[in-house]
């Protein structure tokens, strides 16, 4: 059958043959999707065929398996709600059909069947072994398994082809507890292996723990921390061990010698090389301080606060002793001040030998007061008129000017 072409045909659900399972409700008929579905570019089928591509229909129909349902099945068309093909009318694009496929149906079916006899395979097993449900395999810090098979082939005593399979089971729930387990194979192929539960609750790591390695070395005669060292050195008669290879962790505590765990060793201790000799340098400096009680510490610290209130009176003796030795000054002055006027008294002594070398004018002290130099001018003044019977030229004035402003700028 040709597609629909022509004017006011959509493209929407080009290549797709599309027909119904049975009636689908309301105006859901057999006319009414042929002429929606020819006006978007598909083509309607009356019959399901190889070449249908879509089948509609009902979580009803499809549960019942109708005749049409089990074609789709058979010719593997998408059966799918009445959803999708609104949607993608709606949205005029072709919709996904995985989200309207009526094939999930089976699928969540299936996986509820599934998850019904997981559910009875654990509780089963939990009556000899452990509920796979609720625990898990511990794994330790370096994320190895612990889940180990032991093998033993001794041929003189007819052992050939013996197994043990060793668990540690930790909880799922938290906190975490553990359980401790062990199945035997006596031949290859036996399938109804016995199982060997020490403890039928759950307990904590460290009790679970050594009853795998007190286990482990019953069946072995070695030692678990020794298992790498000694693996294939025990008798024929006892189980044999075989480690991890490939780069695969072996566990925590064992006695390895490969380069992986020699290099890694080698890597902690230059790290805490540096570490270790500081602190052995700090030994040697600080002094050995012997064990004091509480009592000795206390009598220590009383003694210490005395000699300290002794030391601090025999300082202040000695500030006593000063203070009674300085001079009594009048004007009660800082040494600050002190330190200045002996500066400007010789300041001031410079300047007076100065004018004694220019003007030759008698300054008996530099602390003479300006009524006894006006006088002193005065008396050499008059001394030198009546020598001379004449008063002084005016040359000597300003000779003597200058001497009285130097004399009023000076300071007692």
Known sequence: MSRPQGKGISSTLAKCDITIAGPLGDDWTYENVARWSTYNGAIFCNVVDKDVTHVLATPEQYKARTPNIKLAIKYGAHIVTKDWFEDSLTK???????????????????AKKELEAKAQKGIKEAESFVNTNLYHIYRDDTYFPYEITLTRNDKENGNIGQKYQLYLWESNAWPHLYMFAAKFYKKPRDSH??????????????????????????KTGIHWDDRIAKAG???????????????????????????TDSASSTKKDQKQAPALDKAADRKRKSP???????????RQR???????????????????????????CENSVSSRTRGKTAANNNKRARTCEDDEDEDDLPVKHHKTTKRQKVEEADTNRDAAVADEGERPEISN????????RKTRSRKV
Do not use: C, W
């Not at 004035?397 to 009285?404: H, I, K, N, S, Y």
């Open 92 to 110: 005029k694009r072709r919709q996904n059909e995985e989200e309207y496929s009526l094939r999930r149906i089976d699928q969540k079916a299936q």
């Open 193 to 218: 292996p016995s199982i060997h539960r020490p403890r039928e609750t759950p307990v904590l790591l460290e009790t679970a723990l050594n009853e795998f390695k007190a286990f482990f070395h019953q």
């Open 233 to 259: 050195t025990t008798e024929d008669n006892k189980f044999q061990y075989q480690p991890p290879t490939g780069g695969k962790p072996v566990g925590s505590g064992a006695d390895s010698t490969s380069a």
């Open 288 to 298: 050995a301080e012997p064990v004091q009680h509480a009592g000795s510490q206390k």
């Open 302 to 328: 009383r003694e210490k606060v005395k000699e300290e209130d002794e030391e601090k009176k025999e300082g202040e003796k000695p500030k006593e002793k000063k203070k009674e030795e300085k001079p009594n």
């Open 397 to 404: 004035l300003p000779a003597l000017v200058r001497t009285m």
